[in-house]
Nanobody, 123 residues
């Protein structure tokens, strides 16, 4: 099993930055594709970005391209999400997720989930 714990969320004004971290307690982190999803109040969970196990394949949803950057450090069992130029519409609970397969963009294809970290962007 894989345990995921997100951190780094908080309050920020529009245009500001936050860096989220997701720490994994399992022994197979380097074999996992890792994704970030977010869920705003009253809305379905949506894909944000994903990175392959090696870090060689990365995908972003259009709304965050050029602003968000995903990275991973397999030696530390950690994946990061650097969020710059934040907008109020980025406000959501951000979830880290993992799967024992190639990268995917749909939430139900992921095997493990963190508890989420709140990101609130004020205008």
């Amino acid at each position: 099993q894989v345990q995921l714990v997100e951190s780094g969320g908080g309050l920020v004004q529009a245009g500001g930055s936050l860096r989220l971290s997701c720490a994994a307690s399992g022994r197979t982190f380097s074999t996992l594709a890792m994704g970030w999803f977010r869920q705003a109040p009253g809305k379905e969970r949506e894909f944000v970005t994903v990175i392959s196990s090696s870090g060689s394949n990365i995908y972003y949803t259009d709304s965050v391209k050029g602003r968000f950057t995903i990275s991973r450090d397999n030696a530390k069992n950690t994946v990061y999400l650097q969020m710059n130029s934040l907008k109020p519409e980025d406000t959501a609970v951000y979830y880290c997720a993992a799967r024992h397969a190639i990268v995917a963009v749909t939430p139900n294809l992921y095997d493990y989930w963190g508890q989420g970290t709140q990101v609130t962007v004020s205008s």
